[in-house]
């Protein structure tokens, strides 16, 4: 003779198994739109910006010198002035993490 809960216990158990993953699917799901989404969509912003470098942009490097650009090589490379002495350094394209607008002075 079987108990009552025992029967309860081994019919509980042979549920779907789609819905045990289904808490983390849902943590998934909300880590890609939480964490993954806004880097992509960074990523894309930092390359339209680079890909936008003109003459003239104020700009901030990866190394924290703000310079002016001076002009802009085929190589992927850029020559930056510096004040207060005009000093001319050459850097990567890659290197320049911001533009600098007025606000940011």
């Keep these: 003779m079987a108990y009552p809960t025992l029967i309860l216990l081994q019919t509980a158990q042979g549920g779907n198994p789609l819905l045990q993953f289904l808490p983390l ?3 998934v799901g909300i880590f890609y739109f939480l964490v993954f989404m806004p880097m ?6 930092q390359a339209q910006m680079l890909k936008d ?17 001076v002009s802009l090589n085929p190589d992927d490379t850029l020559i930056l002035r510096i004040k207060p002495d005009n000093v001319k350094l050459q850097v990567a394209r890659s ?9 940011k002075k």
Excluded: D, H, M
């Excluded at 992509?40 to 912003?45: A, D, G, P, S, V």
């Excluded at 290197?95 to 606000?103: G, N, Q």
């Design 53 to 69: 470098l003109q003459n003239g942009n104020i700009v901030l490097t990866t190394g924290g010198i703000v310079g002016t650009i």
């Design 40 to 45: 992509q969509r960074q990523r894309k912003q």
């Design 95 to 103: 290197a320049i993490s911001s533009l600098v607008t007025e606000e």
């Design 25 to 27: 699917l849902l943590i």
